[in-house]
């Protein structure tokens, strides 16, 4: 099964942008689309929740919070999963200039393990904004998070970059830490670096695919990454097993990150409360 973890659509763009979208990820079998961090996150959430429930055997919605304005309780999250269907949280630490260990943020992420939902942190990128806060968007202040919330699935974005070796210490230190490894067909090179860097760290095995899109296209982003080993073959550089790389693409994201294990919990538990109601009434009934 091949997922493309990282995904975006820009609502306000209008429906040219959804029709790339669905183009582009007509190659992968399920994609994880980020709600944006711009505007209120309320309206967001509802805009991404009616774009994927048209899909939704295609695709896994991820709501924005932004704790330092938003409601952060456990109800307000269920409410996020059992109202309007999205799967999962997007923190966007850097751009919204939120430290990711603040009070406020810490009870988030008790709330999120509590109901099992993927925390995606989306603090750095290649096109990072002048007024982002550099400083958040390093993954080591992630160990915290790790080591207070073991349960919690933690994705950290586009590799984390540029802090590629602070990424590849936290997947290797914790177990429900995974990276996202999100290529830029163009740059080959920094492809190859961080492949090989995750293959002598010896944690390929916690790397996600994704494209980024719209700045990546699934496809073309899978051809990168099965062919850069090719652009070796005259040189004494290290490559990387293509099996392994193959592993990378296919990797079922959804069921490492709990997504449809917990949406059967909760429906097993929804069924449990339905039939205790069922059997007082016809107690009551018989008395």
Aim: hydrophobic fraction near 35%; aromatic fraction near 8%.
């Amino acid at each position: 099964m091949i997922v493309d973890c990282h995904t975006h659509v820009d609502f306000n763009a209008g429906d040219s942008v959804t029709s790339e979208h669905l183009t582009a990820v007509e190659t992968v079998d399920a994609c994880i689309v980020l709600a944006s961090p711009y505007g209120q996150s309320k309206e967001n959430n509802k805009k991404l929740s009616q774009y994927v429930s048209k899909y939704e055997e295609k695709m896994v919605g991820f709501a924005v919070v932004q704790p330092n304005e938003d409601k952060i309780s456990t109800n307000n999250l269920q409410s996020i999963t059992q109202k309007i269907g999205l799967k999962g949280i997007v923190l966007y630490c850097s751009d919204c200039g939120m430290h990711p260990t603040n009070s406020r943020t810490m009870r988030l992420y008790e709330s999120a393990q509590e109901l099992g939902l993927p925390i995606f942190f989306h603090n750095a990128s290649p096109s990072i904004k002048a007024n982002a806060v550099l400083d958040y968007a390093q993954p080591y202040l992630l160990d915290e998070v790790a080591r207070e919330f073991p349960s919690l699935k933690i994705i950290i974005g586009n590799m984390g970059v540029p802090f590629i070796e602070q990424t590849l210490s936290m997947i290797a230190k914790h177990e429900n830490v995974y990276a996202d490894l999100t290529i830029k067909p163009k740059n080959v090179w920094q492809t190859y670096n961080t492949v090989v860097a995750a293959y002598e760290y010896g944690v390929m095995d916690k790397l996600l695919f994704g494209s980024g899109f719209p700045s990546g296209n699934a496809g073309q982003c899978i051809e990168t990454l099965l062919g850069f080993n090719m652009l070796l073959a005259d040189t004494n550089l290290p490559a990387v097993p293509r099996g392994i790389i193959q592993n990378i693409i296919e990797r079922d994201t959804l069921k490492l990150l709990g997504i449809n294990d917990k949406e059967a919990e909760v429906q097993e538990e929804t069924d449990k409360k339905a039939k205790g109601k069922r059997t007082r009434k016809k107690s009551k009934k018989k008395d």
